[in-house]
């Protein structure tokens, strides 16, 4: 049996793609299919079924996997440490997120790295797209917005954002926390709302965990930047639901007023998301954003 077959049926496993495990084993996706018939021919079984969204497992390929994985993995870990270990200036990491938790969180946090001779390269976005460029290789790390479960990404809870109801001291002192309290979201009807999207991503989350419903307003200010949200709130040009790390030196240095303190402040938990694949270099900057996070 030559054992670099069973690496490549991992790689097409946690890939979900002969194609996008070709790129991550970095041969041509004929011998990626070649090694993956002749494994099947040895083996005497199908190990995925070809479709238009991919390469699908068999039986056969879910028990090979589980019982092989432990052993390829530990395999070639213990060959890495025994090789010239990947230098952090080897190659440029390409990291994609949220513009506002890459920018005030991830980035800070990589600085040191950074000064070491780490290269970045940064992408902002929405979830969906993001975490597609990273199973298909554009991405090598992804702040997800979700827990993705699909094959071949380690994902990993990285920070819980807490939000929080601000406005300037002017509409603090029109909608006070006791008008809130009798009259829930309707006390702050009269105030404009300030969002990142029509749809009301953050709004609606709040709405719905401190008030029972879904919001039924039309924001009056969109714009799609939470810092730019922060800025509109704090020249008072109305009110928003903002993380309170985006918020909080505001808050603390009194531009920013949080208009009510719920029982239960509503919390959302961002992902850090890797290729089950990666190298020395993205593991080590996986670990140091998540060791650094403890201290969000």
Not at 32 to 37: D, E, K, L, S, W
Not at 160 to 175: H, N, Q, T
Not at 190 to 202: F, G, K, R, T, V
């Amino acid at each position: 049996m030559d054992y670099s077959l069973l690496a490549t049926c991992l790689a097409v496993y946690r890939c979900g793609s002969l194609t996008k495990a070709a790129r991550v084993l970095g041969i041509s996706q004929p011998a990626v299919t070649g090694q993956i018939r002749a494994l099947e021919g040895a083996l005497r079984q199908p190990l995925f079924t070809r479709t238009a969204k991919g390469a699908v497992p068999t039986d056969a390929a879910h028990e090979l996997v589980r019982d092989t994985a432990d052993a390829l993995d530990a395999l070639e870990a213990a060959v890495s440490r025994r090789v010239r270990p990947e230098e952090l200036t080897d190659r440029t990491v390409h990291l994609a997120g949220p513009s506002e938790v890459m920018s005030c969180r991830v980035l800070p946090a990589l600085s040191d790295l950074v000064a070491g001779g780490l290269r970045l390269r940064l992408t902002f976005g929405l979830t969906d797209d993001l975490v597609c460029g990273l199973t298909e290789g554009r991405y090598d790390m992804v702040v997800s917005t979700r827990l993705d479960r699909a094959p071949g990404i380690v994902t990993t809870p990285l920070m819980d954002e807490s939000f929080v109801l601000v406005g300037s001291a002017e509409w603090a002192a029109k909608i006070p926390a006791d008008a809130i309290d009798r009259g829930g979201a309707g006390a702050l009807e009269a105030a404009p709302l300030i969002s990142y999207a029509d749809n009301l991503p953050i709004i609606r989350r709040y709405w719905q965990t401190v008030f029972g419903y879904k919001p039924t307003v039309v924001p009056q200010v969109t714009v799609p930047d939470l810092r730019a949200v922060l800025a509109a709130v704090r020249a008072g040009a109305g009110i928003s639901v903002l993380p309170t790390y985006l918020c909080s030196d505001e808050v603390d240095g009194g531009a920013v007023t949080v208009l009510y303190h719920p029982e239960i402040a509503p919390l959302n938990t961002l992902y850090l998301a890797t290729r089950a694949t990666a190298g020395h270099t993205l593991n080590a900057v996986r670990t140091h954003v998540l060791e650094q996070s403890r201290h969000w």
